[in-house]
């Protein structure tokens, strides 16, 4: 019996055991997730703010999320964790976050080839259609998805 | 100078920096991805605060102004190691409504950065 395959990519699990460093200092969490897809959390912290007049977090916290929630999303797509390295990310701030409010972040992986895998994702602060930011990005494996 | 989110990152202006636009980012537990390696998002961080020093630095010669970001794509090149990393911006265009802005960020040398940065933002002129 091979346990190899019935091995299931857990986000929550991962978000909860391996997920210290930037993400833990940002308080990021798991949300949600489907079968191509992840949400996690970013609580308000005055902390993140980047204009002081106005209470708006930067927008350096919603690139860090979405970046992880795509991961995530790469390897639930995969149904394995595989070592990648972001290639490049793209995010469209298209309103400021609420002061005060969690920011949702839904992370998706549309397409994986041998060598890289493509994502997309939007950002709310609690309607998701009412969304904050957009983002699209593609992550690499030097060792190869396949 | 610095909004709260830059002291999250640790930045802080470098002060060998003779035009005081260079950020540096010290290596630390608060912007760890992958074991040993710099999160992508705490780079990114990092040239999103360097852009923004480099287009408040334009502004302010122009008589200030308001700014919000429109947009950033990023270009991940090398891992971030654990050493210092430096951010720069420049304005490559500061117009009356719009500003675009790139960024990069490098460890050892300039030349061989680790990630780089264009952004777009919308200028609120005072």
């Known amino acids: ?146 | 100078m610095l909004p709260p989110y830059a002291d999250l990152l640790g930045l802080s202006i470098d002060p060998e920096d003779e035009d005081g636009c260079r950020l540096i980012m010290p290596f630390g537990d608060g912007v760890v991805g992958r074991p040993g390696f710099l999160h992508g998002g705490a780079i990114s961080g990092l040239l999103e605060m360097a852009a923004i020093v480099a287009l408040r630095q334009a502004l302010e010669g122009e008589g200030g102004g308001r700014i919000k970001p429109i947009n950033v794509t990023v270009d991940f090149m090398r891992g971030g190691r654990e050493k210092p990393t430096y951010g720069s911006g420049i304005v490559t265009r500061l117009g009356k409504r719009v500003a675009n802005v790139e960024a990069a960020a490098w460890q050892d040398d300039r030349a061989t950065p680790i990630a780089a940065a264009r952004l777009n933002y919308l200028v609120i002129r005072e």
């Open chain 1, 1 to 146: 019996m091979s346990t190899a395959a019935s091995f299931v990519f857990d986000p929550e699990r991962f978000m909860r055991n391996g997920a210290g460093g930037h993400g833990a200092r940002l308080g990021l969490s798991y949300h949600a997730h489907g079968p191509d897809w992840v949400e996690l959390a970013l609580p308000y912290d005055p902390a993140m703010v980047g204009d002081p007049e106005s209470g708006v977090i930067a927008s350096g916290p919603i690139l860090s999320m979405m970046d992880m929630a795509t991961s995530l999303a790469v390897w639930l797509k995969l149904g394995d964790f595989r070592s990648h390295a972001t290639l490049d990310l793209r995010v469209d701030y298209l309103r400021p976050a609420r002061p005060g409010r969690t920011v949702i972040g839904h992370g998706q992986c549309y397409r994986i080839t041998r060598a890289i895998a493509f994502v997309r994702g939007q950002a709310h602060d609690g309607d998701p259609d009412d969304p904050l930011a957009h983002v699209a990005g593609t992550f690499m494996a030097p060792e190869g998805y396949s």
